[in-house]
T-cell receptor
Framework: DSGVTQTPKHLITATGQRVTLRCSPR?????VYWYQQSLDQGLQFLIQ???????AKGNILERFSAQQFPDLHSELNLSSLELGDSALYFC?????????????FGEGSRLTVL | GDSVTQMEGPVTLSEEAFLTINCTYT??????LFWYVQYPGEGLQLLLK?????DKGSNKGFEATYRKETTSFHLEKGSVQVSDSAVYFC??????????FGQGTRLTINP
């Protein structure tokens, strides 16, 4: 158990819909990262937050947004969903800015868009 | 930009075989290098790391040496077990920025 909690574990929805994925980082970790894992794209970095502020942005679509709340949990919002958004979405956390290079990953939220 | 290239999988071996999974990287400066492992139904977890040239990371019988001259960080294990079946990701970070992952290599060990 990494200490990172993600909900929901599985989600099935239709094209055009909007979903929210939630992540609670390990106790004491201030950084939260979101990754998308798909069969053809591998593991893609989406976005990072540190103590409530956006710190780094990767290949995140404009239809996607995220935020980190004062209690440090984070939410990833996916809107106007397309079939290609079907993937496993991972949240990870670390104490600071990858000082040791170790990220602690949750078990992921599997999104299926029909 | 910085990138990581892993050998394509899937890789299937018999128990007690020798394992090598190749990883090469492209990056300016001096990245830190990592191997992460993803067991079925779980998130990724750090397996080993090396932060400077010629460093050797090791854990659970796995080893990888940071070779700057060949920009490589190949993962090796002398005798694999069925429980090593997983997806292995090579990754790099530089200056405490985001981790950049390779595509992953699925390893299956048959008894």
């Amino acid at each position: 158990d990494s200490g990172v909690t993600q909900t929901p574990k599985h989600l099935i929805t239709a094209t055009g819909q909007r979903v929210t994925l939630r992540c609670s980082p390990r106790s004491g970790d201030l950084s939260v990262y979101w990754y998308q894992q798909s069969l053809d794209q591998g593991l893609q970095f989406l976005i990072q937050y540190y103590n409530g502020e956006e710190r780094a942005k990767g290949n995140i679509l404009e239809r996607f947004s995220a935020q980190q709340f004062p209690d440090l949990h984070s939410e990833l919002n996916l809107s106007s969903l397309e079939l290609g958004d079907s993937a496993l979405y991972f949240c990870a956390s670390s104490v600071g800015f990858l000082d040791t290079g170790e990220l602690f990953f949750g078990e992921g939220s599997r999104l299926t868009v029909l | 930009g910085d990138s990581v290239t892993q050998m394509e999988g899937p890789v299937t071996l018999s128990e007690e075989a020798f394992l090598t999974i190749n990883c090469t990287y492209t990056a300016t400066g001096y990245p830190s290098l990592f191997w992460y492992v993803q067991y079925p139904g779980e998130g990724l977890q750090l397996l080993l790391k090396a932060t400077k040239a010629d460093d050797k990371g090791s854990n659970k019988g796995f080893e990888a040496t940071y070779r700057k001259e060949t920009t490589s960080f190949h993962l090796e294990k002398g005798s694999v077990q069925v429980s090593d079946s997983a997806v292995y990701f090579c990754a790099l970070t530089k200056g405490a920025q985001k981790l950049v992952f390779g595509q992953g290599t699925r390893l299956t060990i048959n008894p």
